[in-house]
């Protein structure tokens, strides 16, 4: 039987390069819709800021805005109230403006990681047909199916990597939900001692939690994009966005009498309900990632064990 050790390796090494291409483009196209998202995200947030410092400036100013403020309630109040409202929006913008750097971080090497495969799958493909023709002009009837299984193995061999690169992904994005969920359950447990007379030292605690969950929680958005363009690479298709950690409960913990210790504990336990759901649905997407990965190790394992029947026969 004649030996196709040679153009087999070959095979191997253009299917690898060819699926490469193929996963990265699938990446390079979901990151520049990400970076579309993001643009428009940073562009509205930086008109709410434009406006929110208006008002604040206004009713720094004085004038008919702060005239009116005042027959409402407190002068004060009402502008402690404008500039915690602006400073929401202002670390959010922030934090906006971070993700757009991670992501075109991600897109320069993803360009850089497509350099050099545009002719990958044409080379995949001649290699094929110069497989195809030397197996036909042997005569041999095991040539056929030889290739199949070559071709059914280098795409189980891709998939099964991919599967398994995703499944990591998710396992690293739960990870960074779980810091989220820590630092609100510590922000949680400060609010409870907060309403039963915690005082300052309460509020000085809630509020380095907080400043602490709206950290992790960017650090967990990164993860799930990252775990988002893994699942593209595979077929799915998702988007997952963590829940916002309201930050005006930075603002809450100066001004105690804009909101009361209840509302910012109620706040607290909304958000950490979304961030565990969140938590539950990526668990539950890297089980399923990791039945897939086991079935597709079973398929391999079979093509090999046939392949080399055929080869020993």
Same mark, same amino acid.
């Given at each position: 039987?004649?030996?196709?050790?040679?153009?087999?390796?070959?095979?191997?090494?253009?299917?690898?390069?060819?699926?490469?291409?193929?996963?990265?483009?699938?990446?390079?196209?979901?990151?520049?819709?990400?970076?579309?998202?993001?643009?428009?995200?940073?562009?509205?947030?930086?008109?709410?800021?434009?406006?929110?410092?208006?008002?604040?400036?206004?009713?720094?100013?004085?004038?008919?805005?702060?005239?009116?403020?005042?027959?409402?309630?407190?002068?004060?109040?009402?502008?402690?109230?404008?500039?915690?409202?602006?400073?929401?929006?202002?670390?959010?913008?922030?934090?906006?403006?971070?993700?757009?750097?991670?992501?075109?971080?991600?897109?320069?090497?993803?360009?850089?990681?497509?350099?050099?495969?545009?002719?990958?799958?044409?080379?995949?493909?001649?290699?094929?047909?110069?497989?195809?023709?030397?197996?036909?002009?042997?005569?041999?009837?095991?040539?056929?199916?030889?290739?199949?299984?070559?071709?059914?193995?280098?795409? +189980?061999? #891709? %998939?099964?990597? *991919? /599967?398994?690169?995703? &499944?990591? @992904?998710?396992?690293?994005?739960? =990870? !960074?939900?779980?810091?989220?969920?820590?630092?609100?359950?510590?922000?949680?447990?400060?609010?409870?001692?907060?309403?039963?007379?915690?005082? +300052?030292? #309460? %509020?000085?605690? *809630? /509020?380095?939690?907080? &400043?602490? @969950?709206?950290?992790?929680?960017? =650090? !967990?958005?990164?993860?799930?994009?990252?775990?988002?363009?893994?699942?593209?690479?595979?077929?799915?298709?998702?988007?997952?966005?963590?829940?916002?950690?309201?930050?005006?409960?930075?603002?809450?913990?100066?001004?105690?009498?804009?909101?009361?210790?209840?509302?910012?504990?109620?706040?607290?336990?909304?958000?950490?309900?979304?961030?565990?759901?969140?938590?539950?649905?990526?668990?539950?997407?890297?089980?399923?990632?990791?039945?897939?990965?086991?079935?597709?190790?079973?398929?391999?394992?079979?093509?090999?064990?046939?392949?080399?029947?055929?080869?020993?026969?």
């Amino acid at each position: 039987m004649t030996s196709y050790t040679p153009i087999d390796d070959d095979l191997r090494t253009a299917r690898e390069r060819a699926r490469r291409l193929d996963r990265l483009t699938a990446q390079h196209r979901a990151v520049a819709v990400q970076i579309e998202e993001a643009g428009r995200l940073v562009a509205d947030l930086e008109a709410r800021l434009a406006e929110e410092e208006d008002d604040v400036s206004r009713l720094e100013k004085g004038g008919f805005a702060a005239f009116l403020s005042g027959l409402a309630g407190s002068r004060q109040d009402r502008l402690d109230r404008e500039r915690a409202e602006a400073e929401v929006v202002r670390e959010r913008l922030r934090g906006q403006r971070t993700r757009l750097q991670w992501l075109q971080s991600d897109l320069a090497a993803l360009s850089g990681g497509l350099a050099g495969l545009e002719n990958a799958r044409q080379e995949f493909d001649i290699l094929l047909g110069h497989k195809e023709r030397l197996l036909v002009g042997s005569d041999d009837p095991r040539g056929r199916e030889l290739v199949e299984i070559s071709r059914n193995l280098a795409d +189980t061999a #891709a %998939d099964l990597r *991919e /599967h398994e690169e995703a &499944r990591q @992904a998710g396992i690293e994005a739960g =990870h !960074a939900i779980g810091q989220v969920l820590r630092c609100l359950g510590g922000a949680r447990g400060a609010s409870t001692w907060d309403l039963i007379g915690g005082g +300052t030292i #309460a %509020d000085m605690m *809630e /509020h380095g939690h907080l &400043r602490r @969950a709206d950290e992790a929680t960017w =650090h !967990a958005q990164q993860a799930l994009d990252a775990f988002a363009r893994e699942l593209a690479d595979i077929g799915t298709h998702v988007a997952p966005a963590m829940p916002e950690v309201d930050t005006r409960w930075f603002a809450d913990t100066f001004f105690d009498n804009i909101i009361t210790d209840a509302i910012k504990h109620q706040r607290i336990s909304r958000t950490g309900e979304a961030v565990a759901e969140m938590g539950r649905w990526v668990g539950e997407t890297v089980d399923g990632l990791a039945s897939r990965s086991a079935e597709l190790a079973v398929r391999r394992d079979r093509l090999v064990a046939r392949r080399e029947e055929i080869l020993a026969g």
